[in-house]
């Protein structure tokens, strides 16, 4: 049912025999496995250096939105525990931007290179 349904979501609604733009098939795809749109997490990065502390934003970087939690990567090990400390925070700044989707929760991952 589930692969039905992006199979038919991708058909072209605009002119017919034109081909679909990629950028709604991966808002399509986006939007059903993760419940948030690409530009959910495009507006995030966008705004990045105004919603996350000037001293982590070298070391932190938004990753996905996935069932309204941001996912943050962070670089250094050191920082994992001052980014959830600063979840709260961030959260009251990511929120504004958007007008039909709440982020409730953050996560923080450690990027391992």
Not at 3 to 26: C, D, I, W
Request: charged letters at 15%; aromatic letters at 10%; proline letters at 6%.
């Amino acid at each position: 049912m589930f692969h039905y349904f992006l199979f038919m979501s991708f058909f072209n609604q605009g002119a017919p025999g034109e081909p679909t733009k990629l950028r709604v098939v991966l808002n399509t795809l986006m939007k059903g496995l993760s419940g948030s749109s690409l530009s959910t997490i495009e507006t995030i990065i966008s705004h990045w250096p105004e919603i996350i502390d000037k001293s982590l934003y070298p070391f932190c970087t938004p990753v996905s939105v996935h069932d309204s939690c941001l996912t943050i990567s962070v670089s250094d090990p050191g920082l994992f525990q001052e980014v959830q400390w600063q979840s709260d925070k961030i959260l009251e700044a990511v929120n504004p931007l958007f007008s039909d989707e709440r982020i409730t929760q953050i996560n923080v991952s450690l990027h391992s290179e």
